[in-house]
């Protein structure tokens, strides 16, 4: 059995103790908080242990799960515990991924751990999408459309504002832009023409909203190259109408081949989720393998999913997935 650690018990967290149960072949080691365990109460009756208790556990956790934001907490906490442990994380601001993969590898490399960095679906399925479309039609545009739903990651970064209490972020694909790849118009589309982004805010009374709504939309990375709506709600109206954590996609790709380029091509994969943290964290389980079974293999250092051959996701042998999945 594979032994999984949890570091944070958001909803990344909870989902990740969901999917190890539906998973035969691991177990869950316990829940780590920088709360007060005391306060914590798992859905599966887990153990929750401080933080710092990581570090006497080493042996009893083949990888552990980094289940938290993007913004502040997986720049340090995956270069940190990449010394010890087998990691997953979720890393998501694509524009610094390489910066984070150079940290963790050293990290990883350092610990002679392996580290598979910015899992989910995007990044993380979608990009394999990118990479294996980009392959098979070199001549083409890639285009990408996120929800309509929650992202999580941005919803997390609003919430790290000062003054702001809670918030959901929905990202929303423009609709012309969308028709117009699906029909092989192959526009020249700019981050502002393709989605816009709504904002849902329960400020602390008293708080500067002006203020907020400023550090929101000028946010690098996050909203300042979109169309951003920013709405003060209070919690009961969020925990109301916003209680769910919905998301999808679709990622294209529009290409042409022959001698003469004279035939056209779309290819689309297309996600549509129920729920955001739980889809995503059955993916950082499944990676959890891979991870598990590279650092049997002797293998370290930081890795992606573009490293990550398909056969180590699986939890059955390569024999069964070539009679039943080739």
């Known amino acids: ?108 490399l350092e610990g002679e751990n392996v580290a598979i960095i910015s899992v989910g679906w995007d990044p993380g399925l979608f990009s394999l999408n990118r990479l294996y479309a980009q392959s098979i039609l070199p001549n083409g545009n890639d285009y990408t ?36 790849v699906r029909n092989g118009e192959n526009p020249e589309l700019t981050t502002r023409d393709k989605h816009t982004r709504d904002c849902y805010v329960v400020a602390e009374e008293g708080a500067d909203k002006k203020q907020i709504e400023n550090d929101i939309v000028t946010m690098p990375n996050y909203f300042d190259e979109y169309d951003t709506t920013v709405t003060f709600i209070t919690q009961e109206e969020l925990d109301a109408n916003h209680a769910g954590i919905p998301h999808g996609g679709i990622v294209f790709r529009s290409g042409t081949t022959g001698l003469n380029n004279e035939m056209s091509h779309i290819i689309e994969y297309k996600l549509t989720l129920d729920s955001n943290p739980q889809f995503t964290a059955s993916v950082l389980i499944a990676y959890a393998r891979a991870a598990y079974r590279l650092s049997k293999n002797g293998e370290s250092g930081c890795k992606t999913v573009f490293d990550i051959a398909p056969g180590l996701l699986h939890p059955e042998s390569p024999e069964f997935q070539r009679k039943n999945c080739l």
Request: aromatic residues 8%.
């Open 1 to 108: 059995m594979i032994k999984i650690g949890i570091l944070g018990y958001g909803n990344i967290g909870r989902g990740v103790e969901a999917a190890v149960t539906n998973a035969n072949d691991m177990e869950l080691a316990g829940v780590f908080t920088r709360r007060d365990p005391e306060s914590v109460e798992t859905e599966t009756g887990a153990k929750v242990y401080k933080v710092d208790d990581l570090y006497n556990m080493k042996d009893e956790i083949d990888v552990l799960m980094l289940c938290g934001g993007s913004a502040n907490d997986l720049p340090v906490q995956t270069p940190e515990f990449a010394k010890y442990f087998n990691v997953i994380d979720s890393f998501d601001t694509h524009a610094k991924i390489p910066e984070h993969f150079e940290n963790v590898n050293k990290s990883a």
């Open 145 to 180: 459309f996120w929800g309509k739903g929650v992202s999580q990651g941005h919803s997390d970064a609003i919430r790290n504002i000062p003054s702001v209490k809670d918030a959901r972020q929905y990202t929303i694909p423009v609709e012309s832009a969308l028709n117009a």
